[in-house]
């Protein structure tokens, strides 16, 4: 089944060449069926390269999709078009007295700062204050996951000596949970950050369980224990060029950087990376939106949905 996205929105030609099936809005209006309304807010600063590869994410299930991508409007960014920002983004303004069945909270790339010194962390605590209860279940990735850790039950993050880079194992402390449907008992996923969060600061608030770690990475994923909020520390939607992008990024602006652990074949970088996370990938989203919004969201999200 598709995801409905804006007619003309990039991410398109992309996905269709994948074969991924999407749908534009003026094909989704002889549809009678109601979709899944997804809500993204999108704090990458790469927007365009993040909105192909969380909807890559979203793709492999039965159910139709109808994603809005929103922005931090506080926030005015230098790598995507401002004309493209007019064109395919919200604001919480457009989008406050909405509801949605699932709503997903990107990372950003401002993790040495103090929550409180970013520049939009007014504007996102309005964000994460408002999906309590216009948003059914939300899923927040790296810094999206430490920042609403924080917000909504004080878990501070720390600093970590180098960056956590690389692709690396974990395993599953919750097995039976069905965000976890079908995994292999070790699983593998990149990671990509300056900071933490530590277990020991998560198993003390009673509201979150501690569902997936890795021995070198740490946490990977929390959730609250209605399953309304999930938070991952890692980047599953990545490709498989992501990684290398960011060290000859970071390379070039002279920062020395170390080789991504377990990516490239002899841990050598004049090797291609090895995509070893798509499964992973493409299931931890699946069974999110299946068991955690498709199944237990209200069919008139019109009304309040919690």
């Excluded at 269709?16 to 109601?34: G, N, P």
């Excluded at 949970?177 to 900071?195: I, M, V």
Aim: negative net charge.
């Amino acid at each position: 089944m598709p995801i409905k996205i804006s007619d003309g929105l990039p991410a398109q030609s992309v996905l269709e060449k994948e074969h991924i099936f999407v749908m534009t809005e003026h094909r989704a209006l002889h549809q009678d069926i109601r979709p899944l309304k997804i809500g993204i807010l999108n704090l990458m600063p790469t927007k365009i390269t993040t909105e192909t590869q969380i909807l890559r994410s979203l793709s492999n299930t039965p159910l139709q999709i109808e994603v809005d991508f929103i922005q931090a409007s506080s926030h005015r960014g230098k790598n995507t078009p401002q004309e493209h920002l007019i064109a395919f983004y919200k604001t919480f303004d457009d989008i406050k007295d909405m509801n949605y069945d699932g709503f997903i909270i990107t990372g950003a790339p401002v993790e040495h700062m103090e929550f409180e010194d970013v520049d939009y962390w007014e504007e996102l605590c309005r964000f994460m204050d408002w999906t309590t209860d216009h948003v059914h279940s939300t899923f927040h990735i790296c810094w999206g996951a430490q920042a609403a850790l924080y917000h909504h039950y004080g878990i501070q993050k720390y600093p970590l000596k180098e960056k956590m880079s690389g692709v690396f194992s974990h395993k599953l402390l919750t097995p039976k949970s069905r965000l976890f449907h079908g995994f292999d008992s070790e699983f593998w996923a990149p990671h990509s950050r300056h900071t933490e969060i530590r277990a020991e600061d998560v198993l003390k608030v009673s509201e979150l369980r501690l569902m997936a770690v890795s021995d070198e990475a740490g946490v990977y994923a929390v959730g609250n224990t209605d399953g309304s909020q999930f938070f991952i520390m890692g980047h599953s939607e990545y490709d498989a060029e992501t990684l290398d992008t960011e060290y000859r990024r970071d390379l070039a602006k002279g920062l020395n950087p170390e080789i991504p652990r377990h990516y490239y074949p002899d841990d050598d970088p004049r090797n291609p990376p090895i995509l070893n996370w798509r499964a992973h990938s493409t299931l931890i989203y699946t069974n999110w939106l299946n068991y955690f919004v498709y199944q237990t969201t209200p069919f008139d999200i019109t009304t309040h949905i919690k």
